[in-house]
């Protein structure tokens, strides 16, 4: 490891104690007893420089040399000599690190000290200050980018177009990818036809064995809708039209939220930057009456999924592939929680169809409504009659198996005799025992449970 040491003593300070050769000394048996060498030319030293600026040429020499990384650590005697100001301390400090360089004091090595404390934090609020500015310059200066028409907002052309390899992110460079770009075209006119819907077209895709955008035999419906739904088919490139939005709905109550970044929103119009004309495949007018056909689809959907009542809506997974269930009616009076793994491949993502069965949805809701009820209907006090009975049968349990021992001791029983007879009384009592445990258990449960259910019944 290469070190480096620095030494700092201010002209006033000199005729005190401590002169800057007594530090070096002190440097050295140190970098010694931990088995280091210590080239000459990595000794800093400001002798006669106060702390109280960074001016001082020993430190700019430093700074200068750690920049080109030429080691990995600075032994100083203690932060003052670094710097007198604690901001100075933290800038520098900051600083050197990011150079891959420790700074080690001899006197205060970093700990739970308040003064180390508070220098963390601020060395913290002060690298978070900086990696924000620098995050925020680089937006904006993409954006002023985007504005001249200069960069490409994607690093990934949309399905149908294709980038300049040689400067892929110059929008001058986009092109059309003829085979895609037809299927593209032939998209927004399937979509238009009477009767056609995202469900039919990806069907008709893939029958016409047309790989998907990431080269899967399957469409999905939320491929599809990406795509009718972006202007860029249309001739335009704009940037900021989607913004990362946190996950909110769950798949499926037995997994896993997704990661934030993965959903993203539509941005208002407004705040879309256009970038730069490229090569359109449909007509301005053939993409809003696409538009108006998926809104009016949408519309039609919401209304359609509340002509029934479910009470677990949207909170049924499936038991055999943990997929989420929908609520589903197929004829008057047949009501169905039905696993979404039995749906078609299209809208299922699955290319095996899941083998449960259907959930009547009327006895599932009896059950859970039935237990809801219960959890808000049986007061403490049924629960005090069940922990009272319990308790007796304990005490009844002990007095037998007293008289048990009694017995064996005055010689009624064999001692065989006893210990079978003893082992089923201490069966019954671990029995008892582990009911007293559910019993608690499920009271605490209970109590947890009970005010959001109060809430939701309102
Ligand atoms: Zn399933």
Redesign the pocket.
Known sequence: MQVAVYVRVSTQRQAQAQTIEQQLERLCAHIQAQGWQIADDNIFRDDGYSGAGLNRPGLDRLRDRAAQAEFQRVLITAPDRLARKYVHQVLLIEELERYGCQVEFLDRPMSQDPHDQLLLQIRGAVSEYERSLIAERMRRGRQAKYRAGILLPWTRAPYGLQMNPDHPRDPKGVRLEATEAATVGEMFVYYLEEGHSLFGLAKHLIANQIPSPRGQKRWNQATLRGILTNPVYTGKVYAARTRPRPARVRRSALKPLGRPTTSRVVTDSNEWILVAPIPAIVSQEQFAWVQAKLAQNQQFAKRHSKSHEYLLRALVS?G??Q?SCMARTNSPGYAYYV?R?KLHAVQSCHDEK?P?RFIPAPQLDALVWQDLCDVLTHPESIRQARRENLRKARVSLDHQLERLTEAYLSSVLLLAEYQRRRQDLEQKQHGLDTQVQQLETSANRHTEVRAPIAQLLG
């Open positions: 499936c055999v592939c997929c696993c793994g899941c449960a």
